[in-house]
């Protein structure tokens, strides 16, 4: 039986009093509440919600709002972006700043400086306008700068109040998501109202109930130059294996895309399919038998797969709270290495490690329009009064996604889904690494 789905009702602050000072085309252009998009594409179980009296889950569809709960000539806003950089942040901070400044007027908007530890008590702003972002898309990175880890909520609310802040978007991944959640559920225990909107921005692509992260298309495009250089460099030598890590902490979208992309590796390591590196059907086992068959091979690894070849070693906790891995790439390096140093022929390996590449790069366009998209559909969702969510992406939809969907719910790739399937046939490796059948 499928799991229960979350609730996606939107909290909201109260009754939207103010009239939009939006000029639209006509009224077909507001999103009306009850325009939803479902959650489930497929025919049968909406049929079945339908014949068992119940409405199938949906999202409400983002989109500007005919009356606001803000009233924008006296409403500030602040931006945070959080965690590691991604492509597309500053893209996503141009379009903050331009819709709430042009678009609405409000009377001040703030970005604070460092992620969340920017929100310690005194804090740390600096104010925006068009003016100072216009310019920063040409660059990777984020102006505002960042960090990981949070700082007491309470302190986090009680600078938000300190310095007047009506909306909070707080830029991040899942970690930044959870926090914000904390910040909205500590907001409505006071009473206040500040409407908390996040958007979802991580290259592992793995944000619960969001297709697609902005940053992650650039990641892919960034990444697959990397595959290519690795097949370049080991198709280039006697006996030569391109050994590529990609990040990918949990979930292996960015490895399993990146491999489609290139169709030049010959494997694909991911965290939510484990594998041995020994014995026959092993890794090093369909290396070498890659090795003898067309003389060279490319390796595509996910930081957090393999994580059981590190059994028994502690590596602590990072600023986050998440358990720090076991570095797979020099892992599987060695391995290689000391494996066919017995060997007649040995091996030439290339070890590309573009993590940092990957993260700085500056959004392609792709990315930039998604992220500007998401951008806008957040500060029409924050002037709506709405609250504790973040802006999703859903077929093809943008979408409002309450923080509390999120509780319990991870966003892996499926070992038996359509993607790794594509991953499979497009590097032929087996379906299991390490679990070869023995001949009957």
């Not at 969340?116 to 003016?131: K, R």
């Not at 990444?223 to 080991?234: D, L, P, T, V």
């Not at 924050?382 to 979408?399: C, D, E, F, K, P």
């Not at 359509?418 to 490796?429: F, K």
């Given at each position: 039986?499928?799991?229960?789905?979350?609730?996606?009702?939107?909290?909201?602050?109260?009754?939207?009093?103010?009239?939009?000072?939006?000029?639209?085309?006509?009224?077909?252009?507001?999103?009306?509440?009850?325009?939803?998009?479902?959650?489930?594409?497929?025919?049968?179980?909406?049929?079945?919600?339908?014949?068992?009296?119940?409405?199938?889950?949906?999202?409400?569809?983002?989109?500007?709002?005919?009356?606001?709960?803000?009233?924008p000539a006296r409403t500030r806003a602040a931006i945070a972006t959080c965690g590691g950089i991604s492509p597309g942040l500053n893209d996503v901070i141009r379009a903050l700043v331009g819709q709430l400044a042009e678009r609405y007027g409000v009377a001040e908007i703030?970005?604070?400086?460092?992620?969340?530890?920017?929100?310690?008590?005194?804090?740390?702003?600096?104010?925006?306008?068009?003016?100072?972002?216009?310019?920063?898309?040409?660059?990777?990175?984020?102006?505002?700068g960042t960090s990981r880890g949070t700082p007491p909520i309470a302190e986090i609310v009680d600078t938000l109040v300190a310095h007047r802040i009506d909306l909070f978007f707080p830029v991040g991944g899942d970690g930044t998501l959870r926090g914000a959640l904390e910040i909205a559920e500590e907001i409505a225990r006071r009473g206040l109202e500040i409407a908390v909107v996040g958007l979802p921005k991580t290259i592992d692509n793995d944000i619960?109930?969001?297709?697609?992260?902005?940053?992650?298309?650039?990641?892919?495009?960034?990444?697959?130059?990397?595959?290519?250089?690795?097949?370049?460099?080991?198709?280039?030598?006697r006996r030569g294996v391109g050994l590529v890590k990609l990040m990918g902490r949990n979930a292996g979208y960015l490895a399993a895309a990146a491999t489609l992309a290139t169709g030049q590796?010959?494997?694909?390591?991911?965290?939510?399919?484990?594998?041995?590196?020994?014995?026959?059907?092993?890794?090093?086992?369909?290396?070498?038998?890659?090795?003898?068959?067309?003389?060279?091979?490319?390796?595509?690894?996910?930081?957090?797969?393999?994580?059981?070849?590190?059994?028994?070693?502690?590596?602590?906790?990072d600023a986050s709270g998440?358990?720090?891995?076991?570095?797979?790439?020099?892992?599987?390096?060695?391995r290689i290495e000391s494996h066919f140093a017995r060997l007649p022929g040995g091996v030439s390996i290339k070890y590309i490690d573009p993590s940092y590449l990957v993260r700085s790069a500056a959004a392609g366009t792709a990315d930039a329009l998604h992220g500007s998209r998401l951008a806008q559909g957040a500060v029409h969702a924050?002037?709506?009064?709405?609250?504790?969510?973040?802006?999703?992406?859903?077929?093809?939809?943008?979408?409002h996604v309450p923080l509390t969907a999120l509780r319990g719910q991870v966003r892996r790739v499926n070992?038996?889904?359509?993607?790794?399937?594509?991953?499979?046939?497009?590097?032929?490796?087996p379906l299991a690494i390490g679990a070869e059948p023995t001949p009957g």
């Open positions: 039986m499928a799991a229960a789905l979350p609730d996606f009702v939107i909290p909201r602050l109260g009754e939207a009093r103010f009239p939009t000072p939006l000029q639209v085309p006509s009224r077909e252009t507001f999103a009306e509440d009850h325009e939803r998009v479902l959650v489930e594409p497929h025919l049968a179980p909406v049929a079945a919600a339908f014949a068992a009296g119940r409405e199938p889950a949906s999202f409400e569809i983002a989109g500007p709002r005919e009356r606001l709960f803000f009233e703030l970005g604070v400086r460092h992620g969340y530890n920017g929100l310690a008590a005194p804090g740390t702003m600096m104010v925006l306008t068009p003016a100072i972002v216009d310019a920063a898309p040409a660059r990777g990175g984020t102006l505002l619960p109930w969001v297709r697609r992260s902005f940053g992650f298309e650039t990641a892919v495009r960034t990444a697959s130059e990397s595959i290519r250089s690795a097949f370049n460099e080991a198709s280039s030598v590796a010959d494997f694909c390591l991911i965290p939510e399919c484990p594998f041995s590196l020994d014995g026959a059907g092993g890794l090093l086992d369909l290396i070498e038998r890659t090795l003898d068959r067309k003389g060279f091979a490319v390796v595509v690894v996910a930081e957090g797969a393999g994580q059981e070849l590190f059994a028994g070693e502690q590596f602590g906790l998440n358990r720090k891995l076991g570095d797979i790439g020099v892992r599987l390096k060695q924050a002037m709506s009064g709405r609250t504790g969510m973040l802006i999703g992406y859903w077929h093809g939809q943008i979408t070992p038996n889904g359509e993607l790794w399937w594509n991953v499979i046939e497009s590097t032929g490796q």
